[in-house]
């Protein structure tokens, strides 16, 4: 089964990853979906100007392969 989600991953301080932890279980949710609510927060409340140039910019990657992150990934972070 292909699943339609992609992960994302980020490292926090001892520090933030308290408070982080401190939110979630005050909101009786999971770390997970307190990262995801955060995301969502972000970027449905800052707008995106469409006029923005940066948005025509074309990039093209050097790999054919649409999972080659995922591969160096598994390289990196020792995943099996």
């Not at 955060?38 to 923005?52: F, Y």
């Not at 392969?65 to 995922?70: I, L, R, Y």
């Not at 990934?73 to 099996?80: A, F, M, R």
Request: overall charge negative; cysteine-free.
């Amino acid at each position: 089964m292909k699943s339609d989600t992609k992960n994302v991953q980020t490292s926090l301080t001892p520090e933030e990853h308290a408070i982080l932890a401190d939110y979630a279980a005050q909101h009786n949710i999971s770390i997970k979906e307190a990262v995801r609510r955060g995301i969502m927060i972000l970027l449905t409340s800052d707008p995106v100007e469409k006029e923005d140039a940066f948005f025509d910019i074309k990039v093209e990657s050097r790999f054919k392969d649409e999972k080659a992150s995922q591969d160096v990934d598994k390289i990196i972070y020792d995943q099996k």
